[in-house]
Nanobody
Framework: EVQLAESGGGLVQPGGSLRLSCATSGFTFDDYGMHWVRQAPGKGLEWVSHINWNGDITYYAESMKGRFTISRDNAKNTLYLQMNSLKSEDTAVYYC??????WGQGTQVTVSS
């Protein structure tokens, strides 16, 4: 059974940092590119970032460039998202997904003073 489980969300003040993790199982992790996608309250899904199978190639949505860093540890079957300089508009549920269409349940990130 394919499983993706996000963790690391929480409440953080503007300007703060969080590191999200996505632990995976049930598929060959390093066969897949991985994504982070988020959904802000009352809004649609917004793609955040992508990383290729071995981490050599990464892409970011424009508003995340320079603040977010996607990475992966294939030995641990885990995806990460380091988020710095967080803003209130980064408040959302953050999901990880593999390029095969499987998603996790999401982790809530709230940026507020």
């Amino acid at each position: 059974e394919v499983q993706l489980a996000e963790s690391g969300g929480g409440l953080v003040q503007p300007g703060g940092s969080l590191r999200l993790s996505c632990a995976t199982s049930g598929f060959t992790f390093d066969d897949y590119g991985m994504h982070w996608v988020r959904q802000a309250p009352g809004k649609g899904l917004e793609w955040v970032s992508h990383i290729n199978w071995n981490g050599d190639i990464t892409y970011y949505a424009e508003s995340m460039k320079g603040r977010f860093t996607i990475s992966r540890d294939n030995a641990k079957n885990t995806l990460y998202l380091q988020m710095n300089s967080l803003k209130s508009e980064d408040t959302a549920v953050y999901y990880c997904a593999n390029s095969g269409g499987y998603w996790g349940q999401g982790t809530q990130v709230t940026v507020s003073s």
